[in-house]
Structures are given as C-alpha cells and as structure tokens.
C-alpha cells in the first residue's frame, strides 16, 4: 500500500512504501501501460493481477506486440510505471522515445505519482522467465527536459542467461541524451535463484549511486542523474525468439 503526501518532485516527498495489496491499482501513482504516449493506454495495457503475494505481470499467449509498427524487432510487454505525461500528439515530447522520428500518439495525462530526487529504492521481485524474455526495474527521468532522461538500472536479467541458481544480473547507468552521464552499465554472472524474492536495490546520491542485491553491495557508480526520476516494473518478451507452439508465460511477481 503506498503511503504519500504530495508530488514527490515538486514537494521532495521521501517515503513511498508499495505493497501491491489492493486489487486495483491506483491511478494517481500508476500508469498501468508502458510508455503510452508512442501507441495509447489501450494498446499498452499490461497484463497483471493483484494476488496474495503482490502484483503479478504476466505476457499470456495472447497479448499483443507492443508499438508493432514502430519497435525494429517484435516485442510484447507488460509494465508498469509511477510517472507518466507527454506533449500533445503530434509532437515529439514523451518518456523514453526508442527511436528517431518518434511522435505523441495518445497525449497522456500528466501523472507523477512518486517521482524522488536521491534517497534508498528497494524492489522485492521474483520471476520466472523462459530463454526469450525478461524482466527488469528500473528509474528513468521523467523528461521534463529532454536531456533530463538518464537511467539508473536497479536489475535486468534475460531468459537466457540463467544456469540453474546463477544468473547474470544487469545493473548500472545508461546515459541516454543525458550530456552528464557516462554509459556504465554490466551484467555480471552472480549465484541467485530469480524464482525466488530478492531485493535490488540502490543508493542515490549527488554524484554517486550504489547498488545492492539481498542486501550486499555488488558495485559502485562514480556518477548520478541529478533531477527526479520514477520507476518502471516490467516483463518482456522477444516473440521472434521463441520455439513454434511453447505457450510458457513469462511472469514477474513484484
């Protein structure tokens, strides 16, 4: 359950705690599809439940490709994300744009329903992913200013790098557009079972970021975005990929 006051970027609000205990959730903190503003909420949509154990993203066979015409390689998500806006369509004004030439499809309300500026994130997640998806969660800017769009990765893991309990976990800093930033970001083959709840989680500072997993410190980063950033949670899933009739479905338990 989140507890929050005001925006978190224009008040420096500095707690939110998410348990994902409620059957729906709320959409004053969450956009419930991904990056919207390059194809629309409807054709976005994650799929998810609420259950005992927390919000579950699913890909069932069924779902569709996300930004099929747009995204060079065929690619399905479910995610979702505790900011949201864009300019009107039309214009090129929106979070995370994937390529040249991209512009506002669905003009999205603006939403920013945690948005920090430094302090602890922590994501309890598990999941089970077959060799041709992933999952991932991580902060990005929101995009007030376009080069206000550096990411801090908290944990990325592919499908097929999983070797029994070793997997080869993604985390570090992309640069993007951001003229500050430097790209610093590894996967490197650690002892972890994904089926299982971890903890990823960093330590943002002016300056510096450090990263940890169930705790221990795994690296540090001699750099940081300097403006307020929200976070994503999502699975993927790369169709092109898999075998002719496995049906397996991805899932993130968060």
């Known amino acids: 359950r989140s507890r929050r006051g005001h925006t978190a970027a224009m008040t420096g609000q500095t707690e939110f705690d998410e348990r994902f205990d409620d059957p729906v ?4 903190v969450w956009t419930t599809s991904y990056l919207p503003a390059w194809s629309s909420r409807a054709a976005a949509a994650a799929a998810y439940s609420v259950e005992k154990d927390g919000l579950h993203l699913t890909i069932p066979a069924d779902h569709p490709l996300w930004c099929p015409d747009l995204h060079p390689t065929p690619l399905r998500v ?7 806006w864009s300019g009107p369509v039309g214009s090129t004004q929106g979070q ?8 506002v499809r669905e003009e999205q309300p ?4 945690y948005t920090p500026h430094h302090g602890h994130v922590e994501v309890t997640c598990s999941a089970r992913i077959p060799p041709w998806s992933m999952f991932s969660a991580w902060m990005v800017g929101i995009e007030d200013k376009p080069d206000r769009c550096g990411e801090i990765c908290l944990v990325e893991v592919f499908g097929d ?9 993604g985390s570090g800093i992309h640069r993007f557009r951001d003229p500050d930033l430097v790209e610093e970001f590894s996967a490197e083959l650690m002892p972890l079972d994904v089926t299982r709840p971890r903890r ?5 500072r002016p300056g510096r970021v450090e990263f940890f997993v169930d705790g ?12 307020p950033m929200q976070l994503i949670l999502g699975v993927f899933d790369f169709p092109d990929r898999r075998p002719a009739g496995n049906l397996t479905v991805p899932e993130l338990v968060v």
């Open 200 to 204: 990823y989680a960093i330590d943002w």
């Open 216 to 227: 221990e410190r795994t690296r540090v980063c001699a750099q940081a975005p300097s403006y």
């Open 25 to 28: 959730l709320d959409p004053a």
């Open 96 to 103: 995370q744009p994937f390529r040249d030439g991209l512009v």
């Open 78 to 84: 479910s995610a979702v994300q505790n900011g949201n």
């Open 161 to 169: 790098t999983l070797r029994g309990d070793r997997a080869a976990v």
């Open 110 to 113: 603006t939403v920013l329903g």
